[in-house]
């Protein structure tokens, strides 16, 4: 199914992606296709920290284009004021100092070398990054997922910026929590959805709330936690 956003240049074409992308890793899908690269392309300038799902779904897509492109072909995305992305497109990213240029420029376009254009700082923190890979010896770092998390309190008297702070205190390492906000159940009570970032290798969900969240002293306020949406990054 095609998914359709408005200016993604204004404060709310902004929230709506991130709203979006609250609960998903890609634009379409369960890996980075030209959907994602169709609205990278639309934005001019990254998503600022105020956007934290936007953000953190560009800077993922900004290092893929980096790395090895984008290949896979989605579902289908259209962007107000901006035309389809094309196979060419896809084959060939452009690179961070290319948008936004002037769309009158007389340079040949099959004669354009896009990664030409990055700066010679990026070219070796590329060449230090492939190198460390290979010198290490290690087997290769775990991939990362994106998990939503609700998280029901005992009553409508529970006091749900403590819960929120109880949560938040747990730290392990390859956790990062996320955005959060108060989600009506009924009967006054509110529940906790909160997204987190897990490296796979690291941190196990289920351990994490049978044996972090749910135990004293956090389960003073928290009843249960419920896994709403998993997703691979």
Same mark, same amino acid.
């Given at each position: 199914?095609?998914?359709?956003?408005?200016?993604?240049?204004?404060?709310?074409?902004?929230?709506?992606?991130?709203?979006?992308?609250?609960?998903?890793?890609? #634009?379409?899908?369960?890996?980075?296709?030209?959907?994602?690269?169709?609205?990278?392309?639309? =934005? +001019?300038?990254?998503?600022?920290?105020?956007?934290?799902?936007?953000?953190?779904?560009?800077?993922?897509?900004?290092?893929?284009?980096? #790395?090895?492109?984008?290949?896979?072909?989605?579902?289908?995305?259209?962007?107000?004021?901006?035309?389809?992305?094309?196979?060419?497109?896809?084959?060939?990213?452009?690179?961070?100092?290319?948008?936004?240029?002037?769309?009158?420029?007389? /340079?040949?376009?099959?004669?354009?070398?896009?990664?030409? /254009?990055?700066?010679? /700082?990026?070219?070796?923190?590329?060449?230090?990054?492939?190198?460390?890979?290979?010198? +290490?010896?290690?087997?290769?770092?775990?991939?990362?997922?994106?998990?939503?998390?609700?998280?029901?309190?005992?009553?409508?008297?529970?006091? %749900?910026?403590?819960? /929120?702070?109880?949560?938040?205190?747990?730290? %392990?390492?390859?956790?990062?929590?996320?955005?959060?906000?108060?989600?009506?159940?009924?009967?006054?009570?509110?529940? =906790?959805?909160? %997204?987190?970032?897990?490296?796979?290798?690291?941190?196990?969900?289920?351990? =994490?709330?049978?044996?972090?969240?749910?135990?004293?002293?956090?389960?003073?306020?928290?009843?249960?936690?419920?896994?709403?949406?998993?997703?691979?990054?």
């Amino acid at each position: 199914m095609a998914v359709s956003f408005a200016n993604l240049n204004s404060a709310s074409g902004l929230k709506n992606l991130d709203e979006y992308l609250l609960t998903r890793s890609y #634009i379409t899908g369960y890996q980075a296709s030209k959907d994602d690269l169709a609205v990278y392309t639309a =934005l +001019s300038k990254p998503p600022t920290s105020e956007y934290v799902n936007a953000a953190r779904w560009y800077n993922h897509i900004d290092a893929l284009l980096r #790395i090895s492109g984008v290949s896979a072909e989605g579902s289908g995305v259209t962007v107000e004021g901006f035309a389809p992305i094309t196979e060419e497109a896809v084959a060939t990213p452009p690179a961070e100092d290319s948008k936004g240029a002037a769309a009158d420029e007389d /340079e040949d376009d099959d004669d354009v070398d896009l990664f030409g /254009e990055e700066t010679e /700082e990026e070219k070796k923190a590329a060449e230090e990054r492939a190198a460390a890979v290979k010198a +290490s010896g290690k087997k290769k770092e775990s991939g990362k997922s994106s998990v939503l998390l609700d998280v029901k309190p005992w009553d409508d008297e529970t006091d %749900m910026k403590k819960l /929120e702070e109880a949560v938040r205190s747990v730290e %392990m390492e390859g956790l990062l929590w996320g955005a959060s906000k108060l989600v009506p159940v009924g009967y006054g009570i509110k529940k =906790l959805q909160i %997204m987190l970032t897990i490296v796979d290798d690291l941190v196990s969900v289920d351990t =994490l709330i049978e044996e972090r969240l749910t135990v004293e002293p956090i389960n003073e306020y928290v009843q249960s936690c419920d896994i709403v949406a998993f997703n691979k990054i």
